[in-house]
């Protein structure tokens, strides 16, 4: 079992930045990817990045790339800067892992471990 907890979440002005946190514990050496989630009231979850283990490989929903960046220092903390944020990437922001059981860490099917989530708020 991995238990995940984020952290990071705020209020900013559009323009600004944030950095999210996710710590995981437990039988972390079980984990293939991380990813980045997030749900704004009334829409959809939406993948927004993912990581693989070791940092090797990232990708992005299109909607972020080139401003948000996700990370990891190592197995246990897995990170997503955000830079020009905007009011449309207000939301709740849920990291989540897939355990080597075929989830996918961007579509967010099939994942193993959820967090509870952190609130992201951008003013314009």
């Known amino acids: 079992q991995v238990q995940l907890v984020e952290s990071g979440g705020g209020s900013v002005q559009a323009g600004g930045s944030l950095r999210l946190s996710c710590a995981a514990s437990?039988?972390?050496?079980?984990?293939?990817?991380m990813g980045w989630f997030r749900q704004a009231p009334g829409k959809e979850r939406e993948g927004v990045a993912g990581?693989?283990?070791?940092?090797?490989?990232t990708y992005y929903a299109d909607s972020v790339k080139g401003r948000f960046t996700i990370s990891q220092d190592n197995a246990k903390n897995t990170y997503l800067q955000m830079n020009s944020l905007k009011p449309e990437d207000t939301a709740m922001y849920y990291c989540?892992?897939?355990?080597?059981?075929?989830?996918?860490?961007?579509?967010?099917?099939?994942?193993?471990?959820w967090g509870q989530g952190t609130v992201v708020t951008v003013s314009s």
């Open positions: 437990g039988y972390t050496s079980s984990i293939n990817c």
């Open positions: 990581i693989y283990a070791g940092g090797g490989r």
């Open positions: 989540a892992a897939d355990l080597g059981n075929g989830g996918n860490c961007l579509s967010g099917a099939s994942l193993d471990a």
